[in-house]
């Protein structure tokens, strides 16, 4: 079970792990590599351009006669081969939006959050009174110390979608610490889970977690 500790970093309890992260989830791994492939794929801009030998403008002139100068025969400079010629099968400006049913993603979401809770990587964090400021304190909360924050497993904390001032809190303080990545239950994907070796979640995102996907099947 994970543990809940304090804005100082205190373990004061233990969480139970939500019914819907518990069970084996062995089998979706294709459905956690087809989610993680559409979040990456959907941020692709697709603006990737280049021109083809009909659409370099000039060339239009024989570059020399076709016999009699001993070198080969060459109708444009616009050929591919020639420096500034066009590109052969070179990107075009595309979309790479994929889809992917909901029940798939949502059962590659609860996938990842089960192996992250059946690794004992999970910790709760009660932000209720949190009002950590500078950095350092808060690469103590996390890590026991600064030094520590260095070279510590990379964390993800995520606080809830109504903690709007602890969430303010938290990104000002960890907005520094290198290894640390923030962020909100409404914007966590697949991705950012498998991302992260360690999550902290505030009491609220558990509650929002467990409440949101307290019907999950496995």
Do not use: C
């Not at 500790?5 to 309890?13: A, M, Q, R, Y």
């Not at 659409?55 to 239009?60: A, F, I, M, P």
């Not at 590109?87 to 400006?93: D, E, I, S």
């Not at 505030?202 to 949101?212: E, S, V």
């Amino acid at each position: 079970m994970p543990n809940v500790i304090d804005p100082k970093g205190k373990v004061v309890s233990e969480a139970p792990v939500p019914a819907a992260f518990t069970g084996d989830f062995s089998d979706k791994a294709n459905a956690v590599y087809r989610a993680v492939h559409r979040e990456l794929s959907n941020r692709r801009a697709g603006t990737a351009s280049t021109l083809r030998r009909d659409e370099v403008r000039g060339g239009g002139k024989k570059p020399w006669k076709q016999k009699g100068t001993g070198r080969a025969r060459q109708g444009s400079t616009r050929s591919p081969q020639w420096r500034h010629g066009g590109v052969v099968f070179g990107p075009l400006p595309r979309s790479y939006v994929t889809s992917l049913n909901k029940k798939e993603r949502r059962a590659a979401f609860v996938a990842v959050l089960a192996d992250r809770f059946a690794a004992g990587a999970v910790t709760v964090l009660d932000a209720s009174g949190f009002d950590v400021g500078k950095t350092k304190d808060f690469a103590t909360l996390l890590y026991g110390s600064v030094k520590a924050a260095k070279d510590g497993p990379r964390t993800l904390v995520v606080y809830g979608a109504g903690e709007v001032q602890q969430g303010v809190l938290i990104e000002r303080a960890g907005r520094n610490l290198q290894r640390v990545g923030i962020t909100s239950t409404a914007a966590l994907d697949v991705k950012d889970v498998l991302g992260y070796a360690r999550l902290v979640l505030t009491q609220g995102a558990y509650d929002t977690l467990a409440a949101k996907y307290g019907e999950s099947k496995s």
